[in-house]
């Protein structure tokens, strides 16, 4: 499973919580802390290589020989 998947299914265990919340002050964190899951999965897959592209490529400043 890749970091963005784990994260959205993060935003959604929190999700679950904020259903069951006792009062709207907790509900409002719980949504919070699930927009920051859904916010950090969105950002980790543009950085996330996709199916079929290559590794990066490693690069060096090191002078050449």
């Known amino acids: 499973m890749r970091d963005s998947e784990r ?16 009062s709207a002050a907790e ?3 719980y949504l919070s802390i699930a927009d920051g899951w ?9 950085n996330e290589p996709r199916d079929g592209d290559s590794p990066r490529e490693m690069r060096s400043f090191k002078p050449q020989k």
């Open 27 to 29: 509900k409002t964190v």
């Open 38 to 46: 859904r916010k950090l999965a969105a950002e980790v897959q543009r």
């Open 7 to 22: 994260y959205l299914v993060q935003a959604e265990t929190v999700m679950r919580m904020a259903a069951r919340a006792e």
